[in-house]
Nanobody, 115 residues
Framework: QVQLVESGGGLVQAGGSLRLSCAAS????????MAWYRQRPGKLRALIAN???????VYADYVRGRFTISTDSATNTVYLQMTRLRPDDTGVYYC?????????WGPGINVTVSS
């Protein structure tokens, strides 16, 4: 059974940066694509960035140019580098495959951006 565990979140001031990590453990895991999702307070969880192992990242309009998704296939780790953070980036961030697999949702990681 594969487990995905997010880390690297926390509290940051607007304009700051954070790097989230997502480590896969358990069974052999070789997805075609990985993604980061975000659930803002009072909102539904939404896709913000996805990465195909044979291509570049695809981003939601509201994070494009500020966030970068990358992977390290040797360690089965997916990263989300977030820069120029804004208060409306506050939320719980999750990694999963793309499309998402309902069995792989982890606890997520909180990101709070203060103004």
């Amino acid at each position: 059974q594969v487990q995905l565990v997010e880390s690297g979140g926390g509290l940051v001031q607007a304009g700051g940066s954070l790097r989230l990590s997502c480590a896969a453990s358990g069974s052999i895991f070789s997805p075609t694509a990985m993604a980061w999702y975000r659930q803002r307070p009072g909102k539904l969880r939404a896709l913000i960035a996805n990465f195909y192992y044979d291509g570049s990242g695809v981003y939601a309009d509201y994070v494009r140019g500020r966030f970068t998704i990358s992977t390290d296939s040797a360690t089965n780790t997916v990263y989300l580098q977030m820069t120029r953070l804004r208060p409306d980036d506050t939320g719980v961030y999750y990694c999963n495959t793309f499309p998402s697999d309902s069995n792989l949702w982890g606890p997520g990681i909180n990101v709070t951006v203060s103004s």
